[in-house]
């Protein structure tokens, strides 16, 4: 999107901004697709402020769609066929950066068209330090992905702990799941290794540090099991299919605290990554999909998805409103990736990297999962 484009669009909101907006189609029943990535994910979304905000503006309804394990693709498909059904997508950084690159997705003036922090704090200084990526991409969450033991699985005093563990075959059998995609498994597989978590990604621009990552995988290629959506992660673990799996640290926790699976999350070498908002290009209904991150990506609004899933907030400004999960009533705070004694050892996902190396390694990576 152009300068003088994203300006009027940021002063269209900022003139029907809130609740009682003015703006001409502020009133108008409109029906927006929100895409996301399903589970207790998007349940956390739609009660922490889907549903909030449908009852405040009765005539907006928000429409769930399961779509982000393909949203990048998604969008190009719709881009080019001319016809925009997506209104809001839940995107990781790195393809929300090759999309708004190839002016797929809204441009965001993150101080006009975000809300202030409590006590007027910029959003541009309020959201947390690299999450910001690019000029399209509005910040919710900083998440992760973990390792996950089904702990009945191993003996009492034989339980795994490290990202090494995963890779002992001898002495923690069992199959392992991981995702299909080379981000995290690569970093892990460097890691287990020997490299220090603050050069893994030197090594991974290197054709020999790609090939040290493959090398590393070989040695459990057989003892992987591959999943490509985040409900099959756990669910493999639940029906002890698999010893360990990799898998987003919001489901694990469900699984767990929810569900009550005898899960342990190992948090060593956790890939710790934002995932947030992208706005489509072309679509029908911008300025109402504006509006309602306004409110959605405010400072109350990213604390109150703490309630229901451990996810830690994007703003800084929400850090201090995370409490008890609403229906456990059990303290939140130690259950997010941030927590102090969850990260010693965390690898921070590196987004510049997978944008500028993606496409060649997933590539790779997939034809390496077929050999």
Known sequence: MNKPMKSVIATSIALGLGLGATASWANDPISLTVVSWGGAYTASQNRAYHQPYMELNPHITLIN?????????????????GNVTWDLVDMLPSDAQLACDEGLLVEIDYDTMLAPAPDGTPASEDFLP??????????????????????????????????????????FPGQRA???????????????????IDEIYDELRTPEGVQR???????IKDHLVFWSEGSQAPQLLADREVAFATGYNGRMFDASEVEGQPFAIIWDGQIVEWDGWVIPAGGDNVEAVLEYLYWATDTQRLADQAKFISYGPARASSAALVSTHADLGIDMNPHMPTHPDNYQTPIVLDNEFWTDYGDELRERFSAWMLR
Do not use: H
């Open 65 to 81: 769609d399961d779509g982000s394990a393909n949203a990048l693709a998604g969008i190009r498909a719709q881009a080019e066929a």
């Open 213 to 219: 990552a493959f090398d590393k995988l070989d040695t």
């Open 130 to 171: 690299g999450s910001l990526e690019g000029d399209c991409f509005i910040p919710q969450i900083v998440y992760s992905t973990v390792m996950t033991i089904n702990t009945t699985m191993f003996p009492a005093d034989q339980q795994p702990s490290t990202i090494n563990d995963f890779f002992d075959v001898e002495n």
């Open 178 to 196: 991981i995702q299909n995609r080379p981000a995290a498994n690569l970093e892990w597989a460097l890691y287990a290794d020997g490299v220090p």
